[in-house]
């Protein structure tokens, strides 16, 4: 016979689920990991914000829409630095574990090598796009350049985080990185 009282369901153990959390250590984040942490939960704020003004108040403050796109398009880019220097951005691993060790090495070099251009050339292009725009953002007296410009030094810090993977995997044992 079964422990449980009958006529409840099974008894779930919760604290079975978080034994293996490892406590926080401000040294396993990096700086992009904050700015997204600080700008999401700007963006969380300015939603509700929108939320709370327009069901409970029955107006809508203007400007959230604007911001919180702008804030999402923020949290998205710079996330994907995140992404880059964790290596998880989406890839197909499928051939990589048919492939001898060293062939698996320069192709990730060669992998790197391709990201670290592609990075540096939308940050060109991103730069010169901001240096190009003009306009104000409609609702807010900001310029729009203000979010190109945000989205070129996450193109750059995505480059430099390429090229600190392209240096691990070069100096890694084949197989290993």
């Not at 108040?57 to 923020?74: H, K, P, Q, V």
């Not at 995140?82 to 989406?90: D, L, P, T």
């Not at 251009?117 to 003009?134: E, N």
Request: aromatic share 16%.
């Amino acid at each position: 016979m079964s422990e449980q009282p009958e006529g409840q369901g099974p008894v779930i153990d919760f604290e079975a689920a978080f034994e293996d959390d490892d406590d926080f250590r401000f040294a396993d984040h990096a700086v992009e990991d904050y700015i997204t942490l600080v700008v999401f939960w700007a963006l969380i704020f300015v939603v509700f914000l929108q939320f709370f003004t327009r069901y409970v108040m029955g107006d809508s403050t203007t400007w959230t829409e604007e911001i919180a796109r702008y804030l999402l398009i923020l949290v998205g880019f710079i996330g994907s630095v995140m992404a880059v220097r964790k290596g998880s951005h989406i890839m197909v691993e499928f051939f990589y574990h048919y492939m001898p060790p060293w062939l698996v090495r320069i192709l990730n070099i060669l992998v790197d090598l391709t990201c670290v251009l592609f990075y540096s050339m939308l940050a060109w292009i991103t730069f010169q796009l901001a240096g190009r725009t003009g306009g104000m953002m409609i609702s807010v007296d900001v310029p729009k350049s203000v979010l190109y410009y945000a989205v070129c030094a996450a193109f750059v810090m995505m480059a430099l985080r390429g090229v600190q993977r392209m240096v691990k995997h070069y100096f890694s044992e084949p197989g290993r990185a």
